[in-house]
């Protein structure tokens, strides 16, 4: 069965620090690129992140350049996304997500997670 | 950045209805080496994660009901539900892959009439 399971949420001071996982299991991780999803309260869906499935590429959303940092060890079949310089803006819902095999859009999604900044 | 802008941004309609959601992108999505779109359609109901419907613009995911359709090319994509069901309110969302960042629409909140 193919499953995304996020763990590392909670609650964070402003300017605090978050590492967020995502353990896959039912497929063969190294394979597939993944990504990172949020959904802000009252707010659409917002793409963060993208890793290659070797690790060799990343890509963000300019509203996380240069504070978050996506990351995977496929020897572990788990995805990171490690949160620097957490803004109140940045409380959400995070997905991990899948890319389809051969495409770029998001065939398999996590439960989620929720991470919350406030003082 | 390809801004995706969904119309409307909300809708009812009347059980076993058509409900057609619509979405532009503010530069071409068609990528001329492969002629695909680089457009998916995804559901998501609350307290859910969101849940793909279609991608490449018009192919259904498996499992997906074949009232879901997708239509369109360019900068402008259509998707349809043919005859709506109760369990088919959730907002939708497009979502361009075509370029990084890949951008979501607003999102299209679809009720009962």
């Known amino acids: 069965q193919v499953q995304l399971v996020e763990s590392g949420g909670g609650v964070v001071q402003p300017g605090g620090s978050l590492r967020l996982s995502c353990a896959a299991s039912?497929?063969?991780?190294?394979?597939?690129?993944m990504h990172w999803v949020r959904h802000a309260p009252g707010k659409g869906l917002e793409w963060v992140a993208v890793?290659?499935?070797?690790?060799?590429?990343?890509n963000y959303a300019d509203s996380v350049k240069g504070r978050f940092t996506i990351s995977r060890d496929n020897s572990k079949n788990t995805l990171y996304l490690q949160m620097n310089s957490l803004r109140a803006e940045d409380t959400a819902v995070y997905y991990c997500?899948?890319?389809?095999?051969?495409?770029?859009?998001?065939?398999?999604w996590g439960q989620g997670n929720t991470v919350t900044v406030s003082s | 950045d390809i801004v995706m802008t969904q119309s409307p941004d909300s809708l009812a309609v009347s059980l076993g209805e058509r409900a057609t959601i619509n979405c532009q992108s503010s530069?071409?999505?068609?990528?001329?080496?492969?002629?695909?779109?680089?457009l998916a359609w995804y559901q998501q109901k609350p307290g859910q994660p969101p849940k793909l419907l279609i991608y490449?613009?018009?192919t259904r995911e498996s499992g997906v009901p074949d009232r879901f359709s997708g239509s369109g090319s360019g900068p402008d994509f259509t998707l349809t539900i043919s005859s709506l069901q109760a369990e088919d309110v959730a907002v939708y969302y497009c979502?361009?892959?075509?370029?990084?960042?890949?951008?979501f629409g607003q999102g299209t909140k679809l009720e009962i009439k």
């Open positions: 490449w613009a018009s």
């Open positions: 890793i290659w499935y070797d690790g060799s590429n990343k």
């Open positions: 530069q071409s999505l068609l990528y001329s080496s492969n002629n695909k779109n680089y």
């Open positions: 039912g497929f063969t991780f190294r394979s597939y690129g």
């Open positions: 979502q361009q892959y075509y370029s990084t960042p890949y951008t």
């Open positions: 997500a899948r890319e389809r095999y051969g495409s770029y859009d998001m065939d398999v």
